[in-house]
C-alpha cells in the first residue's frame, strides 16, 4: 500500500468518525437498505465520492430527503452498448438520467466487426465518464462457423485482454457457442480456461439447453443466463446454481413471464438485465428503472426489485463498494419520490448530482469505414425455385427465438418470390466485412412488410447487411444506400429513398447527440410502419442473423437451423 493511500484512508478515518464536515448529508430519508433486507430512516454522509456511513454528519451541504426514499444507484449486469445505436458517452448521459450508475457491457457487436481494435475503442470511449463502465471480453468472435464476421478473437486474445486491463474487463462474456462446450471443442474451452485462470467471471447464453447438457455446460465455467424464456427452463437453471438473469430489452421482453419463479428466498440470485436497450426506449421508457418498475408492478417486493438491480449484479461480478448504501461504497445512489412506482426523483453518481456530471465524450479516433460490400444486381436476391416447398422464419412478438414454417413457394419466372397476401418477405444477408459477394437468401414470416425494402449494417452477431424486401430492385437500392453511408438503416419504396439513418461507427453506432439519432430513428420506423413493417422492425430484423438463437435464421452463408446447428436448405424437397 503507497503512502498516499494509507494517507487517503487515514484522512477517510477521520471524516467518517466526524472530525471534518462531509461533503454531502442526506437527511430525512428512508433508506432501501439492500444489505440489511429493510427500509428504514437514515441520515447518510458522503466525502470524496463515497459513502462515509449512516448518521447525522457535519456537513458542508444538506440535502433534506423529506421522507423520500433513498436507493442505491443502479447496475445492468448485461448488455451491449452498440445496440443503442449511440457512443458510450452518449449513452451514459441517458442512461445515468435514469439512475444507471454503473453497466457491465459485452462489446461482441464492435469485435466482430473490428476485433481487439473494437473492444479497445469501446474502453476509450467510455473512460473517465460519470457513469462506470465495465466490460466482459467477447467470447464468440466469431459466433460461429456459420457466418463470416469482420475478425476473430481467439483464447490468446481473450487472455491477453484479461491481462492489459484487469480492472476494467471482468471476465469472459456470454459464451454463446454451448454445443462446443458440450463437445469440449479445444478454442472454445481454452477461452474458458483463460478466464478461469485468472480468477474472473464467466458469462453464460444457453437458450433451451437442459438435463445433462446444461450440467455439463455450468461444469465448463458458465455462471450465469440470460436466455431462459420460460417458467420451467429459467427454474432448471436456478436449481442448478446458475445466476438467472431476467431480460427486458427492446426486442426480448422475458421479465413478465419469469416473474412468478422470483421470491424472497432466490431473489440474491437473480438480477434484472437489459441485454439490448435502443436510444428511444433509453430516452422516453428508461433503462434498468423500467425492468424496476415492470418488476414492481409484476408482484416482486419493491426492495427485492431493487437488490436485483444493485447489490445482485455487484457481487456476482465482484464489484467491491458498489451497489449499496453503505461505509466505503461508491456515493452513487437515487432519492425517489414514490417507492412502487419508482419515480426518481434526483440521481447522485460519485457523490455528485447528475446535473453537475460531465458526460462530455473522451477525445479519441473515431474507426474508419468498415464497409466492404461487393457489386450487387437485383440478380444478386434472385432465389432459382429447386422445389414447390420453402422454409421460412417465422418472427414470435417479443421473442427472438422464431419458428420453423413451410409455405409453397411463389414462383414467378423461374424464381420464388416474396408474397405480400402471406406476409412473406424475401430476406438477404450480404457478406460486409471482406468484400467476398458471398449471399444468403431466404424468408421471413411476421415482418409485415407489403411494399418496398429495409437494409441495415446492424445484424446480430456479424452485422453484415441485412435486408428485407418485396422486391429485387428495392432491395438492390436499400444494400447501396447503406453501402454508400459507410453503414446504417435505410428505407426505400418503389425505387425511392424514403428515409437513412448513418451509423458510421463500425456500422453500428452514430455520431450525433442521442436525440438526434433518436429522431432520426423514429422517422426511419415511421416510414416502414408506412410500408407495412410492424414496430421496431429494425430491432427485429437485426436479430433474424443471428445463428445462435433458435430455431432458423440466415446468415451471408446461408439458411441456419440453430437446433441442429447447422446450414440447412432453404427448399425442403
Not at 462489446?107 to 466490460?135: C, K, Q, R
Not at 436510444?279 to 417486493?301: C, E, M
Not at 437468401?441 to 449494417?457: D, E, I, P, S, Y
Not at 423514429?522 to 436479430?543: E, K
Request: some cysteine; hydrophobic content about 45%; glycine content about 10%.
Amino acid at each position: 500500500m503507497s503512502m498516499t493511500e494509507i494517507e487517503r484512508t487515514t484522512e477517510m478515518i477521520g471524516r467518517a468518525r466526524g472530525r471534518v464536515a462531509a461533503d454531502l448529508l442526506f437527511k430525512n430519508v428512508r433508506l432501501v437498505n439492500v444489505l440489511s433486507g429493510e427500509i428504514h430512516s437514515a441520515e447518510v454522509a458522503v466525502a470524496d465520492g463515497i459513502f462515509l456511513g449512516l448518521g447525522d454528519y457535519p456537513a458542508k451541504k444538506i440535502i433534506d430527503g423529506a421522507g423520500r426514499y433513498l436507493v442505491p444507484g443502479l447496475i445492468d449486469g448485461h448488455i451491449h452498448i452498440e445496440s443503442s445505436q449511440v457512443l458510450p458517452a452518449e449513452f451514459a448521459r441517458l442512461a445515468a438520467a435514469h439512475g444507471t450508475a454503473a453497466v457491465v457491457a459485452d462489446p461482441h457487436e464492435i469485435a466482430n466487426v473490428m476485433g481487439v481494435a473494437g473492444v479497445e475503442f469501446m474502453l476509450a470511449a467510455s473512460s473517465g465518464l460519470p457513469l462506470s463502465f465495465f466490460f466482459m471480453v467477447p467470447s464468440c468472435v466469431p459466433a460461429t462457423t456459420m457466418e463470416t464476421a469482420g475478425a476473430a478473437l481467439d483464447a490468446a486474445a481473450v487472455e491477453n485482454l484479461l491481462q492489459k486491463y484487469p480492472d476494467r474487463l471482468l471476465g469472459l462474456a456470454e459464451v454463446m457457442n454451448f454445443p462446443g462446450v458440450v463437445n469440449r471443442e479445444p478454442e472454445t474451452m481454452a477461452k474458458i480456461a483463460a478466464a478461469r485462470i485468472l480468477d474472473k467471471v464467466v458469462d453464460g447464453h444457453a437458450p433451451g439447453l437442459s438435463g445433462f447438457d446444461l450440467n455439463a455446460y455450468i461444469i465448463a465455467g458458465p455462471g450465469s443466463d440470460h436466455e431462459a424464456t420460460t417458467l420451467a427452463e429459467a427454474r432448471e437453471k436456478l436449481r442448478s446454481g446458475m445466476h438467472l438473469m431476467l431480460r427486458e430489452g427492446s426486442r426480448e421482453h422475458n421479465l413478465k413471464d419469469l416473474l412468478p419463479l422470483v421470491n424472497p428466498d432466490n431473489c440474491s440470485n437473480c438480477s434484472l438485465v437489459s441485454d439490448d436497450r435502443h436510444v428511444i426506449d433509453l430516452l422516453y421508457k428508461g433503462h434498468v428503472d423500467y425492468s424496476v418498475r415492470q418488476a414492481i408492478a409484476g408482484g416482486i417486493a419493491p426492495l427485492n426489485a431493487i437488490q436485483m438491480a444493485t447489490i445482485n449484479p455487484a457481487r456476482y461480478f465482484g464489484l467491491k463498494g458498489r451497489g449499496a448504501v453503505a461505509p466505503g461504497f461508491r456515493a452513487d445512489c437515487l432519492l425517489l419520490d414514490d417507492l412502487e412506482s419508482f419515480a426518481i426523483g434526483q440521481v447522485f453518481l460519485n457523490g455528485k448530482a447528475f446535473s453537475e456530471a460531465d458526460f462530455a465524450a473522451p477525445q479519441i479516433r473515431l474507426p474508419g469505414n468498415t464497409v466492404s460490400v461487393a457489386e450487387l444486381t437485383e440478380e444478386s436476391f434472385g432465389i432459382v425455385a429447386r422445389g414447390t416447398k420453402i422454409k421460412a422464419i417465422g418472427l414470435i412478438p417479443g421473442q427472438l427465438v422464431t419458428e420453423k414454417m413451410v409455405f409453397e413457394a411463389q414462383i414467378e419466372n423461374g424464381c420464388a418470390r416474396a408474397d405480400a397476401d402471406r406476409d412473406l418477405v424475401k430476406l438477404a444477408v450480404v457478406e460486409r466485412h471482406h468484400g467476398s459477394g458471398r449471399i444468403g437468401l431466404g424468408f421471413v414470416k411476421g415482418l409485415g412488410l407489403k411494399r418496398g425494402a429495409l437494409a441495415g449494417t446492424v445484424a446480430h452477431d456479424s452485422h453484415n447487411l441485412i435486408i428485407a424486401g418485396m422486391n429485387d430492385a428495392d432491395m438492390l437500392l436499400a444494400a447501396q444506400v447503406v453501402k454508400d453511408m459507410g453503414g446504417g438503416l435505410a428505407v426505400v419504396a418503389e425505387g425511392r429513398i424514403s428515409g437513412r439513418l448513418p451509423l458510421p461507427v463500425a456500422g453500428l453506432m452514430s455520431v450525433e447527440k442521442a436525440e438526434t439519432t433518436a429522431a432520426a430513428l423514429a422517422a426511419l420506423q415511421g416510414h416502414a410502419t408506412a410500408l407495412g413493417a410492424v414496430n421496431d422492425c429494425f430491432m427485429v430484423l437485426s436479430f433474424l442473423a443471428l445463428p445462435v438463437i433458435p430455431a432458423l435464421k440466415l446468415s451471408d452463408r446461408g439458411l441456419v437451423d440453430v437446433d441442429e446447428f447447422s446450414l440447412t436448405n432453404l427448399w425442403l424437397n
